[in-house]
């Protein structure tokens, strides 16, 4: 070791090569070459030097001090057998492999720190452990599903504390196909097949529709007979090994009657039910007359006004005690169960903050009748300057500040008119940087056992900091809808939320510290990191590679992707290449929509799944004797909650209000919903009126898209028929509890209109047809939808339907007679757009009603 002339010191290792300013660094950087035996106790990662071990167990006691629990980025460990070895031994159970690491940051391959040198100084790849190994069995350690990234996959400090963009290197991560995520299984014994053919064909990318089903008929649906449209799940389904097919015959085959031990077993078995409570007969908290004294408190400070311009009279029936009580209970039964932000069991409306207790009963007021609905609205337009004026709202304010005002905006963006839906907008930047100063973005609930404190204790600590990571999700979720759907800026990455996904709903519904800790054992692992699952479903093709989520999770992960597909497109649209290597523009528009199809096809086998599985459930009761339908008995406890946790109506609500919006999703991968909204007659978009020129540009790219690019205009026609379909099958249309889906019907509506009027007619068929009155405008919707998904995919864009034009004057005057029910001011102006596109003249005003 000696010092040269470049005032440097350097290793004389051979091969090592490396060069230190100081001589203390370059002692320390040799003893990497010795042969330390230095083991840590807990974990057993190994070390070469006893200072890095001191500091390893420093970070263990600090992250014990912090209840979580250590994520090392060390490389090398010590078995059982004493021997190193470079992959983490599990001291749990073996053969689990870890998940994998987050994203790195921005700066990752350029770090510099003396930790940084000495892991070089190995000669060590920091990403070599990234990705679980294609050789592992399909199952995950549970006890690192919770474990938060290593600081070396951090962003740089810009990022992380006031720029959270996302970064090339992040897509890199994200569509790196050189390895294989870890296999997330499935967990369920029948094969992974879809519920009915609702994935797409995508041009250019998928067969056509006639190649892959199994009729001429390419697009047809049947609920009964269940056909696969993409060949990665018909090569899944031919591959499958004789023993795999042997294990399903026999899961199939009728076992003998299980014993009552079994059976109580089976009853306790955690279910789920999309858009509704576990369990009908769940304790809502209840009101008391203080309480109503405390609201009425606050609504004299604020002094709202009402329509008419009278201020609000306090002894007005709307504001009684009861129908304070039935506005909660809407809250808890209407929106919380379509968006699980509030953690019902511990919430004490006496306990609660008066303002939050407010904005609660507002938005339930919204799913009452129409003079509660404007009750509401009314208060709401002066909730928001008392919120800021709140001693508890600050630059890290509590859970219960945030909460207020996320339901706030929710009431304003979808639940009020076009005033309110903007100043909702305009204070949506703010929640979002609440939610990243008070770190809900990483927050995670750990269920563990713990003898540290009483049950109860832990029960509250829990739902603490779950209520935290579903505040964040919730709001990523209506940021990317409105993003997506809205074409408004996008104000959260999916890179941000580094937490895991949501607990199942038994867990959450778990109406005790007791129900709690049996939930939370049947659950058995822990939820998965999003980003985990996120990367599954874009890198990999086989199914059993990705994870059996429960409905929650499935609709944050669908978001998730959307939100990549929003983010590209705009980095696209500024000439930016997203990531590196053969990704191009098309292949990741490609791989959008193949990952899009993907979770469709999860979500559709969950769907039969769930069902199949409460069903048989329900039998088993009736067999056993647990239930006597002829003498009308009650069940047992425990199983006598189960009959109320079975889906009375399954899973149509879930199944046509996430699958509308997977097809939305694929639409607005395959057309720009902003030019269609503009060549329909939309006078204002995003809050500035349309002009001419703003006209002219919209009409050049819709006509463009619809001739030019036949291929992504039929297929995003197809979707649109697929979502219209499948509400036109529901006596009401919409699905009352999905905030989405009135809009994402005015989108696909337009859609089929502008693929039909942006295209000139075909030789064959003469303008004079479009004059023919429509006469029954339900039989008439009913045949064009028929049309669409019957004709191929690839004769859609040439073969018409007899009426011309006018095919598409039906089908938008009973979208419109549906959209009329909705409370909505951003749905209204879309009926707007919709009348313009119809001719009254056409419609048969005397004969059937729509």
Request: net charge negative; with cysteine.
């Amino acid at each position: 070791m000696h010092q040269p002339q470049d005032n440097r010191w350097h290793c004389q290792h051979e091969g090592c090569g490396r060069s230190f300013t100081r001589h203390e660094h370059l002692q320390r950087h040799v003893l990497n070459h010795a042969d330390g035996d230095y083991t840590c106790d807990r974990c057993r990662a190994h070390f070469k030097r006893p200072d890095l071990l001191e500091r390893h167990i420093a970070r263990h006691r600090r992250k014990d001090a912090e209840g979580g629990q250590l994520m090392t980025r060390k490389r090398l460990w010590k078995d059982v057998d004493g021997s190193i070895v470079a992959k983490r031994p599990s001291l749990a159970k073996a053969g689990e492999p870890d998940l994998p690491l987050s994203p790195p940051g921005s700066n990752s391959e350029t770090r510099t720190s003396v930790a940084d040198q000495e892991t070089h100084d190995l000669g060590l790849d920091l990403t070599d452990e990234l990705f679980w190994q294609s050789s592992m069995p399909p199952v995950y350690d549970s006890a690192l599903d919770n474990q938060l990234f290593d600081d070396i996959f951090l962003p740089d400090t810009a990022s992380s504390f006031n720029m959270p963009y996302t970064t090339q290197s992040n897509y890199n991560w994200l569509f790196d196909l050189s390895t294989p995520p870890a296999p997330i299984p499935l967990q369920y014994s029948q094969p992974m097949v879809p519920t009915a053919t609702m994935v797409a064909p995508q041009a250019d990318a998928l067969p056509s529709p006639s190649t892959t089903s199994g009729s001429k008929n390419g697009h047809e649906v049947n609920l009964s007979t269940i056909n696969s449209v993409t060949p990665r799940l018909e090569k899944d389904q031919g591959t499958r090994s004789s023993d795999d097919q042997g294990a399903e015959r026999r899961s199939t085959q009728r076992r003998d009657l299980p014993t009552l031990r079994d059976t109580t077993s089976l009853a306790q078995a955690l279910v789920e039910k999309p858009l509704g409570l576990l369990s009908p007969q769940v304790q809502l908290p209840r009101l008391d007359e203080l309480s109503r004294e405390r609201i009425l408190g606050l609504l004299e400070c604020l002094s709202p006004i009402m329509p008419d311009g009278s201020s609000m009279c306090f002894d007005d029936p709307l504001l009684s005690l009861a129908s304070m009580q039935s506005y909660l209970d809407l809250y808890f039964t209407r929106f919380n169960t379509s968006y699980p932000l509030i953690h019902l069991a511990t919430f004490e409306p006496n306990e609660a903050e008066p303002i939050l207790l407010v904005a609660v009963l507002l938005l339930g007021a919204t799913h009452a009748d129409k003079s509660a609905h404007q009750l509401a609205v009314c208060i709401h337009d002066v909730l928001r300057p008392q919120i800021f004026s709140n001693p508890g709202f600050n630059a890290k304010p509590e859970l219960w500040v945030l909460q207020t005002i996320l339901l706030t905006e929710c009431l304003g963006k979808s639940r009020a008119g076009q005033i309110q839906h903007d100043m909702s907008h305009l204070f949506h930047g703010m929640l979002i940087n609440l939610i990243r100063r008070s770190d809900c973005q990483i927050a995670r609930a750990d269920t563990q056992e713990s003898t540290r404190e009483d049950l109860d204790k832990r029960w509250r600590t829990w739902a603490e900091l779950e209520q935290r990571k579903r505040l964040a999700q919730i709001c990523f979720v209506m940021d990317v809808q409105h993003a997506v759907l809205f074409s408004q800026s996008l104000c959260m990455s999916a890179f941000e939320l580094r937490s895991p996904l949501p607990c199942h709903q038994a867990v959450w519904e778990a109406s005790s510290p007791a129900e709690w800790r049996v939930a939370c054992a049947q659950q058995k692992k822990q939820p998965p990191l999003l980003l985990a699952v996120l990367k599954a479903y874009l890198t990999t093709p086989d199914a059993t590679y990705r994870a059996a989520l429960d409905s929650l999770s499935r609709r944050i992960v669908l978001h998730a992707l959307m939100s990549i597909s929003w983010d590209m497109t705009r980095r696209d649209q500024t000439s930016l290449r997203v990531i590196d290597g053969d990704i191009s523009v098309r292949s990741w528009r490609d791989r959008m929509s193949k990952s899009y199809n993907a979770w469709k096809e999860d979500m559709d086998f969950f769907v039969q799944h769930e069902t199949n599985k409460t069903s048989d459930q329900a039998a088993l009761r009736v067999s056993t004797g647990l239930c006597n339908p002829d003498r009308g008995t009650q069940e047992p406890n425990p199983a006598s909650s189960l009959q109320s946790a079975l889906p009375q109506q399954g899973y149509e609500d879930f199944i046509v209000a996430y699958g509308s919006l997977y097809h939305a999703a694929q639409i607005c991968l395959l057309a720009e919903v902003l030019d269609l909204q503009i060549y329909a007659g939309a006078r204002h978009i995003l809050g500035r009126p349309v002009t001419r020129a703003d006209y002219t540009r919209s009409q050049k790219v819709v006509k463009r898209w619809a001739n030019e690019c036949s291929d992504s205009a039929a297929s995003a026609a197809w979707h649109s028929a697929m979502i219209l379909r499948e509400a036109s099958q529901r006596s009401e249309g919409i699905v009352a509890h999905s905030y989405h889906h009135p809009w994402v019907l005015f989108l696909a509506t337009l859609t089929i209109w502008s693929f039909f009027h942006a295209r000139p007619l075909p030789p064959g068929l003469s303008a004079a047809d479009d004059d023919e009155v429509i006469w029954n405008p339900k039989e008439h919707m009913h045949a064009l939808l028929e049309h669409m998904n019957t004709t191929p995919l690839d004769k859609l864009a040439v073969k018409w339907p007899q009426s011309g034009r006018n095919c598409t004057v039906s089908l938008t005057a009973v979208v419109v007679d549906w959209l009329s029910k909705v409370r909505w001011g951003v749905i209204h102006d879309g009926m707007a757009v919709l009348k313009g596109l119809i001719s009254s003249r056409l419609i048969n005003e005397g004969g059937e009603s729509i």
